[in-house]
C-alpha cells in the first residue's frame, strides 16, 4: 500500500514538472530584443517558463494581432508609450487582468483604468540644455519654452513621434485645447532649426551651440553622456513649483497587457506580475537606463545620479485618449 502511494505521488510530481516544463508564452514585444531577452532569459531560468518572442514596430505588431484573431499565439503585447497602449485597448486586443500584485506593483497613474495594461519602466519626457549658455534659473516649465526670450533658442525632435504626441496630449489635458495650441505655436516660433529626426540629434545640436535647450526622454541623454562625457549638456526638471494639476514631469510608460485571444492567459499574467516585481524592476529598467514603475524599487546609479522630480500624476492613458487631437493640432501651428 505504502509503495502504491509512493508510486503516485511520484506520478503526480512528474506530471507537475513536465507540465511546468512545458509552459511556455508568447510575446509580442515593439521592444528590441536586446532589451528584452536578458528579461526573458531571466524569468525562465527562475521559472523554467520558457518565452518566445517577436519584435516588430507596434503598428504592424498591432496589425499582426487583429488579422490573427483568435488565431493568434501571442499571449502578451510590449510596447513603448501610453498611447501605444491606449490603443491597443481600444482596438479589444487586450483583455483586463485582475491582479493584486500588479495592483500593488503598479502605481494607479502608470496603468490602464479598466487594467488591461501596465506601465513595466517609465521615462521622463524632460529638459536638456547647453551649460554654457544657459542658467538653470532661466528654466521653468514647458510652457514657458514658448515665450519670446527662447526665440532662436529651442531645438525639438519631430512631431511625428510618439513622444512628443503624448506630451502635447499630456497638455491638453492638463490647460485645455486653445491653451495648449498656443503652446505649442510658440515652440514652433521659437525653433532654431528644422525638428531633428530623434532625441540625441536634438542634444547634439544644443551641445554644438546651434540652440540652446531641447526637450527629451532621459534614457536618451543617459546613452549620449556614456558616449561622450565631456558634452556641456544638463537635464533641467521642470513644472516643480506648479501648485495646479499641471504640476510635475511629464512621464510615460513602456508596458505590456495579457492578448484578448492569450493561449496561457494565467502563466502571461504571471509574467507580468514578475516584470513589476521588486526583484525584475531594477533589470527591466536599468537595460535602458528608464526609472523603475514599482516606487519600491531604486532606480540605477545612473539614472538616480540626474536628481529627483515631481512627476504629473496624471494617467498616462490620456497620452492616448487625446493622441489624435494632439496630432492635429500640432498639425495646425506648423509643427512637422
Known amino acids: 500500500m505504502k509503495s502504491w502511494k509512493s508510486f503516485a505521488l511520484a506520478t503526480l510530481l512528474l506530471g507537475s514538472l513536465q507540465n511546468a516544463l512545458a509552459e511556455e508564452v508568447v510575446v509580442y514585444s515593439a521592444r528590441n530584443e536586446q532589451l528584452i531577452k536578458p528579461l526573458f532569459d531571466a524569468y525562465t531560468k527562475e521559472t523554467g517558463v520558457q518565452i518566445k518572442f517577436v519584435t516588430d514596430k507596434e503598428g504592424p505588431l498591432m496589425a499582426r494581432l487583429k488579422a490573427e484573431g483568435r488565431n493568434t499565439p501571442a499571449d502578451v503585447f510590449m510596447t513603448v508609450d501610453a498611447g501605444n497602449l491606449w490603443q491597443a485597448a481600444q482596438e479589444d486586443l487586450l483583455q483586463p487582468v485582475n491582479s493584486k500584485v500588479l495592483g500593488g506593483n503598479v502605481p494607479e497613474h502608470l496603468r490602464d483604468p479598466g487594467n488591461e495594461w501596465f506601465g513595466l519602466s517609465v521615462r521622463a519626457r524632460t529638459l536638456v540644455y547647453n551649460t554654457a549658455r544657459v542658467k538653470p534659473g532661466e528654466l521653468t516649465t514647458y510652457e514657458d519654452l514658448a515665450s519670446p526670450k527662447w526665440k532662436g533658442r529651442l531645438c525639438l525632435r519631430t512631431a511625428k513621434k510618439v513622444y512628443n504626441q503624448s506630451l502635447v496630449a499630456m497638455l491638453m489635458h492638463e490647460y485645455g485645447e486653445d491653451k495648449a495650441e498656443q503652446v505649442v505655436k510658440g515652440w514652433v516660433a521659437n525653433l532654431a532649426t528644422d525638428p531633428f529626426p530623434d532625441d540625441t540629434k536634438a542634444m547634439e545640436a544644443v551641445a554644438a551651440g546651434l540652440c540652446d535647450v531641447t526637450v527629451v526622454n532621459t534614457y536618451y541623454f543617459g546613452r549620449l553622456m556614456e558616449k561622450k562625457a565631456n558634452l556641456p549638456l544638463a537635464i533641467f526638471w521642470p513644472n516643480q513649483a506648479l501648485k495646479n494639476k499641471a504640476a510635475g514631469v511629464h512621464v510615460n510608460v513602456s508596458g505590456a497587457g495579457v492578448t484578448r485571444h492569450a493561449k496561457h492567459p494565467a502563466a502571461a499574467i504571471r509574467l507580468l506580475e514578475w516584470l513589476s516585481s521588486d526583484k ?57
Do not use: H
Open 280 to 336: 525584475a524592476q531594477n533589470l527591466y529598467a536599468d537595460v535602458n537606463l528608464e526609472f523603475p514603475a514599482n516606487p519600491r524599487v531604486k532606480p540605477d546609479a545612473v539614472v538616480a545620479a540626474w536628481g529627483t522630480f515631481k512627476p504629473n500624476l496624471i494617467n498616462v492613458a490620456q497620452a492616448g485618449a487625446l493622441q489624435a487631437k494632439a496630432v492635429m493640432l500640432m498639425d495646425r501651428v506648423g509643427y512637422k
